[in-house]
C-alpha cells in the first residue's frame, strides 16, 4: 500500500508560480512511476505530467510543455511538480498517483495509488 498526500496548491495570479509537492509512504518510493493529473469543474480526469522510477524519463501535456516540470527525490520519498507562467485554463484539483511501471504513463489506469487532491486555481 502507498499512501500520497499532496500539498502546495492555492489560488494564484495568472502568470505566477506554485510548486505542488506528493509525499509517499508506506512502500519503496524509488519503484514507483509518479504522475500528476487534473481535474477541472465539470470535465474529466486529465494527464498532466509523469515521471519513471529514477527520474530519467518524463513526459508532459502539450499545453503545459516549457511551463510546468516533474521532478522527483526518492530520498524524500515526495514528487513534485513546479507550474510557473499559470493560466486561468491550469484551474483544476491536481492529483498525484503512483504505479509500478518504470517509465510512467499518460493514462489512469497503470496508476495503482492515489491521492485526495489539491485545488489550484488561477485568476485572471
Request: hydrophobic share 30%; with cysteine; net charge positive.
Amino acid at each position: 500500500q502507498v499512501q500520497l498526500v499532496e500539498s502546495g496548491g492555492g489560488l494564484v495570479q495568472a502568470g505566477g508560480s506554485l510548486r505542488l509537492s506528493c509525499a509517499a509512504s508506506g512502500a519503496t518510493f524509488s519503484m514507483y512511476s509518479m504522475g500528476w493529473f487534473r481535474q477541472a469543474p465539470g470535465k474529466e480526469r486529465d494527464f498532466v505530467a509523469t515521471i519513471g522510477w529514477s527520474g530519467g524519463r518524463t513526459n508532459y501535456k502539450d499545453s503545459v510543455k516549457g511551463r510546468f516540470t516533474i521532478s522527483r527525490d526518492n530520498a524524500k520519498n515526495t514528487a513534485y511538480l513546479q507550474m510557473n507562467s499559470l493560466k486561468p485554463e491550469d484551474t483544476a484539483v491536481y492529483y498525484c498517483a503512483a504505479g509500478r511501471t518504470p517509465w510512467g504513463s499518460t493514462a489512469e489506469k497503470p496508476y495503482d495509488y492515489w491521492g485526495q487532491g489539491t485545488q489550484v486555481t488561477v485568476s485572471s
